[in-house]
Each structure stands twice: as structure tokens, then as C-alpha cells.
């Protein structure tokens, strides 16, 4: 890519944070407040691990990325 | 904007929240804002139609998998494997992977070295003008009202999943798209994919993990699959010893040499929709590497479409049918496994996430269909028989106005599908005419110096007119299948191999024909375009694992150990 420009990683990495954020933050909810109908496996809490991990994916490619700092 | 959101929140057959909600419109704002960042780096013709030419082979190689990882692809394979069980997997594995590496391999030199700008335009330089406008003509044509046919379906999709109007889908995807695709051209649309390409993993990859929880294991799975339908459900080749031991009603000849040789080697080496991303590398190194990026991701591909597929088969409590049966009883289709299993697993967050990959595979597929479209419009339609004499200036914005008409046309051919669904399978048959014979003129173009402009153009235009031909005989009279597909029971995929088949030698056999009665171009002006008259440069003194060979042979011996393994 071009000198100044924000690589697509950036852009992936906002992605994800925001996703992760609120999938974890809605996991959180979750494990307080068990639905009504809880999908299957509920008790293995997905939504927390898996938005924790896309969180910190995120996080590292957004700073790794960032477009201030150079590659 | 209220009511949007009523139309929203008047769901089906899953139940959004909030937190969804946000995770969708987040991804609408967020394709919007890269669209509008990168407008001021699309001033140029190179900008413009092939994003400057400096994606790296990371960039290019998802991207070409992701303009071809539409979600009717994910939700129709998943449905396809419930069906048919592991079978499918054929149009993963053998139905793409030898035709990449081969594009990567022997195809992109001279792609890349010939400078051109699309597929017609390769054709132009080694066969000349009648060729590339034959195939510019058509493969524009057919381009629109493929996007057109993917957008009704996607708006129908999310009518049954999620209870959304179809007017509302339509026309929030497709001006999402045309915004992006007309601000910052192929760059914006390569940038989206691969996040696409991302969120379609990080949204769809829960299912088979979870699944595979639920169900014990891959031991167990096939244990259960066997009960519920047939152990052949769970292997790759054996069932296709002969038409009628598989549920597909296809032998293993018309897989290798129809699927795995011509429709294959057609789409993926000369569909300008895949092979414009690969145009885009920076240089011939990454454009070189990227098919053999795609091709990799390509093989795991199976893991969030098939597994789920099978998933389903074992573990949903109903049985699901076709499209006629379910609506007759009320049940559910083949088409709704993905959706469903989905639903199973994932509560609010995951469900969003997993929705936005859906649509985010449904708008990767129409940007990569109206990206194309717009460059083969500009230079291989207006420019070549219009206007030949513009400045780079009014093409690009030629490019951006071309980008808005083809978005429109598509809706237009949403709405004539959605009055006549029969157009459906027209489109589809009439798209399938085209992409064998094609192969047939560029790989004889590029690999044999003998071939000749009269050779290419007459061989192009008999393989299509030969398939046509063969498809309406058969509309006209069911029993010359025996004929065309070799059997009376070949089921419809077995006869769009074999017609593909006998297309590309028709195509073959009247190109060499041709070419031995015209005269031949002189090898001096072949330079770039035509193997043993190229001088490809060298990749210098590079180490053997960044070397492209090296990688398409891990790649080669991943796929050969994934069939025995799967036999």
C-alpha cells in the first residue's frame, strides 16, 4: 500500500474489537442472566471465550496497524 | 428510520436483539467509511479498475477467495451437504484446487506480464478484437444478471431467516455495495472482501466447533450419519463407482474430467470476477502466490460449510426437505440448515456476528460481480468500441457511473426474477454455456504459439453455440441425456459437467482446426503472451520456502492427503 495509508489489517482489527467487545459484553449478561430458552451447549458460555478472543485479535492488529506507526 | 427497525425486528425463523442489531449496522457503517477513506485513492484508471496495481499476495489471495465465498454459496453447499452428505466437498477440493494452483503456477505470468486489464483484454492481445468483444459482450451480460439473481436470493434469504422485507434488503445491500464499489473502485471492493472474508470465519466457525462438541467427535458423527441416511454419506470417492450408488447420481469421471478439469480450470482461471483480484498484486511474485493463498484457505473451507451440513443431518430433531415438501408441511428446507444450526448454538452476539457474516458473504459476492462488470464495460466495451480516444479521467468516471448502472440493472433483474422465477435457471444454464469454452481459448492461446485470432474466435463462439445446443436438446427431448451426460439417470450437476466437457473439446478441436488453416502471428509479437515465446523473469535468489512452487506443492500434497484420508 501506498506510504500514509491505513492498511486493511487496521480496519480488521476495529472489526473485531468492536465485535468482541460487544459479544463478550453480552456473554457477561448472559452468564448472570441465563435466557428462557438457552441455545445448546449454553453451560460452555461461547459467547464469552469467543468474543474474548476476537477482543484481543482486535486489539493487537488495531495497535500492530495503527496508522500512525510505521510497518 | 423507525420503520426500518420495525422491519427489522419482525423475525422468523431467528430472533435478533439488540446487541445484534448493532453488530449488523456496525458492519454497514464500517464498509461505508473504507469505501469513503479510500475514495481519494482512486483518481486513475490503474486506481480505479485494478486497485493500483500494489496489493500484496496476502491481500490479493483473500480477496480472490472471498469474491467467490458468496453466502448463497455457504447456505447452498451447507444445504447440499444435508442433502448429498461429504460429496459436496468434490466442489471445494478438486472442483477448485489443481485449476488455482494452475493459474498461480502457469496462468498468471502471462496475465500479469501482458499488462492487461481483464480477461477480454488478454484475448484481445493474443487473438484480437472480435475475441475479446465476443467474450466482453457476455460475460458483462451474464454478470449483471448473475448479481441480479444473488441479490433476490439473498432478500429471500433473509425474508425466511430473519423476517425482512425483500424490498428492504435489496435495496439496503445493493446501495451499501454501489456506494463503496463507485467511491473507491476495485480497492474498495478488495479491502471489504477480506474483512468479509474475516467475519465470515470468525461468524461461521462456532458452528462446527460447537457441533462437533455436541456430537463426540468426528468417530461418532459418521456413526450417526450412517443411521440417520447411509455410511456413504460420509466418504468422498467410493460411492462413485457408478451413477446410481450415490444420492448425486454422478460418476467419478464426470467429477475429474468435468468438475475437476474443465468447469473448474474455466471458472477460476478465466472468470474475470476471481481473476481481477489476482490482477491487482503488486507484483508477479504475489500475483503468482495469491491463488496458492486462496487455494489453501479454499481446502478449510468445507470445515464452516460442509461439517455444519453434516452437523445438521445428525443432529437437528427434524428432518429436513426440499423447497416443495417444506412448504407443503410447513418444515423446513435443505436451504435452511446453516440458519438453523446457527440458531442451536449461538445466543445474542454470536447470532449478530453470525448473521453479519451472511450478509457479509452476500455483498462480497455482488461487489466482486459489479467490480468486474465495470471494468470489462469501460475498456473492453466502451473504450474498444466507443470511445477509444478519452482521457484516463473520463474512464474512471465512466467507472464510477458504470458501478451505479450495474447496481440498478441488478436490482432490475431482482425484481424480473422475483415476477418470474423460472429466469432463475435460465441465467444459471446460460452462464455455464460460456465459462468451459472460454478455458478452452485462453489455455490454448497461452500454451500454444500455433493458435491463430480466426482459430480463437471461431473455437470460442462454437464451444458456446455447441453448449447451448446440447442443453436445448435436452430441454426438448429428456432422453437424449443418455447422450449428452452418458447416462439416463445422470441427475442436473452431472450434465452441466458432461456439456461443459464436450463444450471445451468442441471448443479445442474447431480452435485447432482453424488455426491450422490461417496464418500464424509471428513469434515476435507472442512476447508475453504465449508460453515458450515469453521470457519470464526470474524470482532471483530467493530462499525455497518464499518461492511460489514450493508452496503450491504443500498445498498440492495437503489436498491429495485430504481425499485419501476422506476416501
Redesign the interface.
Known amino acids: 500500500m501506498r506510504e500514509g495509508s491505513i492498511s486493511i489489517w487496521f480496519f480488521i482489527g476495529i472489526s473485531l474489537l468492536v465485535n468482541g467487545a460487544l459479544i463478550l459484553a453480552s456473554g457477561i449478561w448472559e452468564v448472570f442472566h441465563p435466557p428462557q430458552t438457552p441455545p445448546v451447549l449454553f453451560e460452555l458460555h461461547a459467547a464469552v471465550w469467543w468474543g474474548a478472543l476476537l477482543l484481543l485479535v482486535g486489539i493487537f492488529y488495531s495497535i500492530r496497524f495503527t496508522p500512525s506507526r510505521k510497518s | 428510520m423507525m420503520n426500518a427497525f420495525a422491519v427489522l425486528l419482525a423475525t422468523k425463523l431467528v430472533h435478533l ?1 439488540p ?1 445484534d442489531l ?2 449488523i449496522v ?2 454497514f457503517v ?1 464498509v461505508l467509511a ?1 469505501g469513503w ?1 479510500l475514495r481519494g ?1 482512486s483518481k486513475t484508471g490503474e486506481d480505479f479498475f485494478l486497485a ?1 496495481r ?1 496489493m500484496t499476495a496476502w ?1 490479493a489471495g483473500l480477496s480472490f477467495l472471498s469474491a467467490n465465498l458468496g453466502a448463497l454459496e455457504l447456505m447452498g453447499w451447507a444445504a447440499a451437504s444435508y442433502q448429498y452428505g461429504i460429496l459436496a466437498i468434490h466442489w471445494y477440493w478438486i472442483g477448485a484446487i489443481p485449476a488455482m494452483i494452475f493459474l498461480g503456477i502457469v496462468m498468471m505470468p502471462f496475465y500479469y506480464i501482458s499488462k492487461t486489464h481483464s480477461v477480454p483484454g488478454y484475448l484481445k492481445l493474443r487473438f484480437g478484437e472480435s475475441s475479446r468483444a465476443l467474450s466482453a459482450i457476455c460475460f458483462a451480460f451474464m454478470t449483471v444478471l448473475m448479481s441480479g439473481i444473488n441479490m433476490y436470493a439473498m432478500a429471500l434469504v433473509m425474508k425466511v431467516v430473519l423476517g425482512w422485507d425483500i424490498h428492504f434488503s435489496i435495496w439496503v445491500s445493493s446501495l451499501t455495495v454501489a456506494i463503496y464499489v463507485a467511491l473507491g473502485g476495485l480497492r474498495s471492493a478488495i ?1 471489504n472482501e ?2 468479509q472474508f ?2 465470515i470465519w ?1 461468524g461461521a466457525l ?1 458452528i462446527p466447533i ?1 457441533g462437533l ?2 456430537a463426540g467427535g468426528w468417530g461418532p458423527l459418521k456413526a450417526r450419519i450412517a443411521m440417520n441416511a447411509s455410511a456413504q454419506y460420509t466418504h468422498v470417492w467410493s460411492p462413485l463407482a457408478s451413477f446410481d450408488s450415490n444420492p448425486m447420481g454422478i460418476h467419478w469421471t464426470g467429477i475429474v474430467l468435468g468438475l475437476g478439469f474443465v468447469i473448474s480450470f474455466g471458472y477460476w482461471t478465466t472468470d474475470f470476477l476471481v481473476v481481477q483480484r489476482v490482477l491487482a498484486a503488486k507484483d508477479l511474485r504475489s500475483a503468482k502466490m495469491a491463488p496458492i493463498i486462496g487455494a489453501a484457505f479454499k481446502m478449510l473451507v468445507p470445515f464452516i460449510v460442509i461439517l455444519p451440513g453434516l452437523l445438521g443431518l445428525a443432529l437437528l430433531p427434524m428432518k429436513l426437505t426440499g423447497e416443495t415438501a417444506a412448504l407443503a408441511s410447513g418444515g423446513h428446507s435443505y436451504n435452511e440448515v446453516l440458519p438453523l444450526m446457527l ?8 447470532l ?2 453470525g448473521i ?1 457474516a451472511l450478509i457479509a458473504g452476500f455483498m462480497s459476492g455482488m461487489a466482486g460481480n459489479v467490480s468486474a462488470f465495470t471494468t470489462v464495460w469501460t475498456y473492453d466495451i466502451y473504450r474498444a468500441l466507443m470511445n477509444k480516444s478519452a482521457s484516463d479521467e473520463h474512464y474512471v468516471k465512466m467507472g464510477r457511473w458504470t458501478t451505479i448502472l450495474g447496481v440498478l440493472i441488478s436490482v432490475g433483474t431482482a425484481y424480473l426474477v422475483m415476477s418470474f422465477a423460472s429466469i432463475m435457471d435460465y441465467v444459471q444454464a446460460l452462464f455455464s454455456f460460456f465459462i468451459a469454452p472460454l478455458f478452452g481459448t485462453v489455455v490454448l492461446g497461452m500454451l500454444w504459439k500455433r493458435a491463430t485470432g480466426p482459430g480463437g474466435f471461431w473455437g470460442l463462439l462454437a464451444g458456446t453455440l455447441s453448449s447451448i445446443g446440447m442443453w436445448m436438446w435436452v430441454k426438448m427431448d429428456p432422453s437424449a441425456l443418455r447422450f449428452v451426460a452418458l447416462s439416463p439417470h445422470a441427475k442436473d450437476m452431472a450434465e452441466n459437467m458432461y456439456r461443459a466437457l464436450w463444450s471445451w473439446i468442441v471448443c479445442v478441436v474447431v480452435t485447432v482446426l482453424v488455426s491450422y488453416m490461417t496464418q500464424p502471428k509471428p513469434e515476435s509479437e507472442l512476447n508475453g503472451l504465449v508460453y515458450g515465446a515469453t521470457d519470464i523473469p526470474s524470482e532471483g535468489a530467493i530462499a525455497l520456502y518464499a518461492r511460489p512452487v514450493f508452496w503450491a506443492v504443500v498445498v498440492g500434497i495437503g489436498f491429495v492427503v485430504l481425499n485419501i484420508l476422506f476416501w
Open positions: 436483539a446487541v448493532a453488530i456496525f458492519y464500517l473504507i477513506y485513492l493500483g500494489e491481500v479491502f477480506v474483512l474475516v467475519l470468525a462456532l460447537l462438541i455436541e440458531a442451536r448454538y449461538c445466543g445474542p452476539g454470536l449478530g456476528l453479519t
